[in-house]
Nanobody, 123 residues
Framework: QVQLVESGGGLVQAGGSLRLSCAAS????????MGWFRQAPGKEREFVAA????????YYADSVKGRLTISRDNAKNTVYLQMSSLKPEDTAVYYC????????????????WGQGTQVTVSS
């Protein structure tokens, strides 16, 4: 049974930091892409960051470059999203997901999703 479980969300003030974690069970990240997406109230789900496990190549949405960093811990089968200099516009439910493709930013090409964790940034 494949499961992705996010944690680390919460309420922070603008300019603050959070680190989100996504622990995987039932699969390994090798030969797959792991991504972070977010969905704000009233808006569509959007790509945030992704990592190609075999090469450690990392990709970011323009809106988060320089503020958010995706990383991994192979031993713990966990992917992280370190967030700093947070803005109210970052408020959303954040999801981790897995794709069988080498690399993609298209949410329709991700086949497993976590339940999401809420990040709220106050102004």
């Amino acid at each position: 049974q494949v499961q992705l479980v996010e944690s680390g969300g919460g309420l922070v003030q603008a300019g603050g930091s959070l680190r989100l974690s996504c622990a995987a069970s039932g699969l390994t990240f090798r030969s797959y892409t792991m991504g972070w997406f977010r969905q704000a109230p009233g808006k569509e789900r959007e790509f945030v960051a992704a990592i190609s496990w075999s090469t450690d190549s990392r990709y970011y949405a323009d809106s988060v470059k320089g503020r958010l960093t995706i990383s991994r811990d192979n031993a713990k089968n966990t992917v992280y999203l370190q967030m700093s200099s947070l803005k109210p516009e970052d408020t959303a439910v954040y999801y981790c997901a897995r794709s069988s493709r080498y690399y993609t930013v298209n949410p329709s090409e991700y086949d497993y999703w976590g339940q999401g964790t809420q990040v709220t940034v106050s102004s």
